[in-house]
Each structure stands twice: as structure tokens, then as C-alpha cells.
């Protein structure tokens, strides 16, 4: 049976272009006014299915993290649900996706610690952490860093999206997140096989939600 894959941008959000803004001239007042009008309408009338989403998939990801048991207060729980949605849609993930890569790696226990030394809900181990927390201008702290669940999402989500950038394929990017990308490139350069267990317990548990 085929496995049907989150949809993914192979990209991170692209950087508006900057130009030389030239201000519109011999153009009738009544013309300008009708431009605006228009322009405000238009937006206006696309904000409230936009609010109306993100507010349904946040609620979405809450009923989840609410039925499994966690460590998580409930007022973290909440805001947690909205990092998660935040985080998945900045780099073009499916915000349901990655609440399944949560539920595998820690089934969503903030103070998961694996016999690796990964912690935390994303289970990032944290020599990657601390490199990320640099990049992203995050103050790194150690274990209170990697045990602050709003920030371990920000960390784990950016980590997955660079290796989706590295390796071109989300089955190939999950197994070096699981398993660490030099273990995945050796495997590569051996054209050996690489596990794909992982990726179907992420997979899986993403079609039931």
C-alpha cells in the first residue's frame, strides 16, 4: 500500500526582493481612491477564512494534545498547540505532521530523555540543539533550553527542515532525524538500505489524526 506524504515545501520561506519603489504620478485622485477601495476589500474579505483555519487547526492539534497523557499543564498545552501551528506553517509543513513526529519520538512528554541523550518533546540531542539555538538566535541554557517546550519545538521543527533541504526526500530526512544524518549518508554512500520504520510510525499516526 502506498504511503501518502505530507505535503512539504523543499524550501525554506523565500526572502522578499528588494527594488527600487518608484510613487505613481499623473494618476487621477479618483483612480488612487478606487485602487485602495479595492485593494482594502479584497484583503478584508480573505482575513476571516484565514483566521477561521488557523484558529480550527489550532483547536485541532489542542484536541489532540489533550486526549494523550502528557507532563504538560493545560494552559501550556494551549499555547503549545499555537508554537506547533506557527512553527509547521513557517516552514511549510503540515501542522498535523509534525504534531506526529512529536507523538513518536516522546508521546508528547516534555521531559522525555532518550538512552541517546535526546530530550525534550522533539527529542533533539544537544550538541544539535545548541548549534540550532546559535543560528536561531536562541539563548542557549542547556537542559532548561531543551526542556522549554515552546522553544524544543522551534529547534526540532527547523532541524527537520534542514535536513528535508539535505536530503531531498522526507522518508530519507525522518530516518536521519530518528537516526542522525551521518549514519544516513553512510548508508548512502554504501547505497545500503535505509530503515524506513520510523517514517511509517510518523506516517501512520498521521492518518489517524
Not at 147 to 155: D, E, G
Not at 159 to 173: E, H, I, N
Request: hydrophobic letters at 40%.
Amino acid at each position: 500500500m502506498e504511503i501518502k506524504e505530507p505535503p512539504i515545501c523543499m524550501g525554506l520561506p523565500p526572502h522578499p526582493k528588494k527594488g527600487n519603489k518608484q510613487r505613481p504620478s499623473n494618476i487621477p485622485l479618483k483612480i488612487l481612491l478606487f485602487l485602495l477601495i479595492f485593494t482594502l476589500s479584497f484583503h478584508i474579505s480573505s482575513f476571516s477564512p484565514k483566521i477561521y483555519y488557523k484558529e480550527r487547526a489550532i483547536n485541532e492539534i489542542l484536541r489532540v494534545l489533550e486526549n494523550y497523557p502528557s507532563d504538560l499543564a493545560e494552559v501550556t498545552r494551549k499555547e503549545l498547540a499555537e508554537v506547533i501551528y506557527e512553527e509547521a506553517k513557517r516552514y511549510h509543513y503540515d501542522p498535523k505532521f509534525i504534531l506526529s513526529l512529536i507523538a513518536i519520538e516522546s508521546s508528547f512528554k516534555n521531559w522525555a530523555v532518550s538512552d541517546q541523550g535526546a530530550k525534550g518533546l522533539m527529542q533533539v540531542m544537544p550538541y544539535v540543539a545548541q548549534s540550532i539555538a546559535s543560528e536561531l538566535g536562541i539563548e542557549w541554557s542547556g537542559d532548561r533550553t531543551l526542556f522549554n517546550p515552546y522553544l524544543n519545538i522551534k529547534i526540532g521543527v527547523y532541524y527537520l527542515s534542514t535536513l528535508t533541504l539535505d536530503f531531498k526526500d522526507l522518508r530519507v530526512a525522518l530516518t536521519a532525524y530518528n537516526y542522525g544524518p551521518t549514519y544516513v549518508r553512510e548508508l548512502i554512500e554504501r547505497r545500503g538500505h535505509i530503515p524506513t520504520n520510523f517514517f511509517k510510525s510518523v506516517i501512520n499516526f498521521y492518518h489517524t489524526l
